[in-house]
């Protein structure tokens, strides 16, 4: 058994995005993040049924909702709210694009997995699976 914190992955090739037919679900600008905007959102649930990973639900007003990465703590240097709350620190976050970044190096030097591999939708959520690397 596996007990693991799971979120939307926020895709390099996402579903969720390409089914949308009003453009609501998109990559923002910034971070390139999946993102809603619940104000172009329909409720028609194709993203919910495109995701692999049934990170998204609909809010109780009627549109499309997940994990944001906390956007708006983003913008202000914060680090997503579950990643500064966690107790033993085993959550980590950062710019997979910078190399030299804390969790570049992370997943350079010890094991990782990511969810559903086989899905082709290139997620951008790495779970460490040893402490040292192999
Ligand atoms: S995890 Fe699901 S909701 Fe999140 S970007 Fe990937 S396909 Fe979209
Ligand atoms: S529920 Fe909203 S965000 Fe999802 S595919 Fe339909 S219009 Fe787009």
Known sequence: MEIRSERCNMCDNPPCVHCCPT???????????????????????????????????????GYAD????????LKVGQDPACVSVCPTHCMHFGDLDDPNSDVSTLLQSRKSKTLLPEAGTEPRVHFLTDTAKK
């Not at 997940?66 to 703590?73: A, G, I, L, N, S």
């Open 23 to 61: 453009g609501a679900s998109h990559v923002s600008d910034f971070g390139k993040l999946v993102q809603i905007n619940e104000d172009m959102c329909i409720g028609c649930k194709a993203c919910l049924a495109a995701c692999p990973y049934g990170a998204r639900y609909t809010h109780p007003d």
């Open 66 to 73: 997940k994990c944001t990465f906390c956007e708006h703590r």
